[in-house]
């Protein structure tokens, strides 16, 4: 046996004694001190209101949007009044009118003013013509007190001629007209007041 090999063999269990006598070692040292690497700051725990407040703010905000919807909708499907409805006519007749359509504006307008003028009255249908509303008992005085006959008919006339002259209005007619058959459908739609009857028979006296 060389002496190479004897002194290879014998190095193995040396090497093997270090390795496990480093190992205890570093089992051994005491941890060091100076480590902060895990220290933690402190956990801040909310006040137990906190919680509640919470969601007694959620539940008020869930309560207000659910009143708030329900009232949306209650706008959006409550109906129209006449009045409303003949407004709405009248904004389509004027979309008509910048367009340049008269017969189609002078139809909106006809029948939104004619239908004005027959709940004003009390009346369901109307004389077809816009000769025969002329001769209406109630379309001379005093019973056209109010009425505005004269605007009415001569509306009227105007949309006749667009409607079976089909006669082309300028644009700067048609809106003016529009504008005249709104006043007439808000003052058809909405009556002056009636005087008191009790009133108007024993007046009270003026003071000086």
């Known amino acids: 046996m060389s002496l190479g090999s004897a002194a290879g063999r014998a190095s193995v269990p040396l090497a093997f004694l270090a390795v496990l006598f480093g190992s205890t070692l570093a089992f051994a040292a005491p941890p060091q001190l100076d480590d902060i690497r895990d220290i933690r700051g402190p956990i801040a725990i909310p006040p137990w209101w ?96 109010g009425l505005e006959i004269p605007r009415v008919l001569s509306l009227l006339e105007t949309c006749d001629l667009a409607r079976f002259a089909r006669a082309r209005l300028d644009t700067a007619g048609l809106l003016a007209s529009t504008g005249s058959a709104s006043e007439i459908v808000d003052r058809l739609y909405t009556p002056p007041p009636r005087r008191n009857a009790a009133i108007a028979a024993h007046p009270q006296p003026v003071t000086p």
């Open 50 to 145: 906190h919680w509640p407040l919470a969601i007694a703010v959620a539940v008020v905000l869930a309560t207000a949007l659910t009143f708030a919807v329900r009232g949306w909708r209650a706008r959006r499907l409550r109906p129209l009044t006449p009045l409303q409805l003949a407004r709405q006519a009248l904004a389509a007749a004027e979309a008509h009118a910048r367009e340049g359509r008269s017969r189609e504006w002078a139809g909106i307008v006809a029948d939104t003013v004619r239908g004005a003028l027959a709940a004003r009255l009390g009346a369901e249908v109307l004389p077809q013509t816009t000769a025969e509303l002329a001769e209406a008992p109630w379309a001379r005085p005093p019973l056209s007190d």
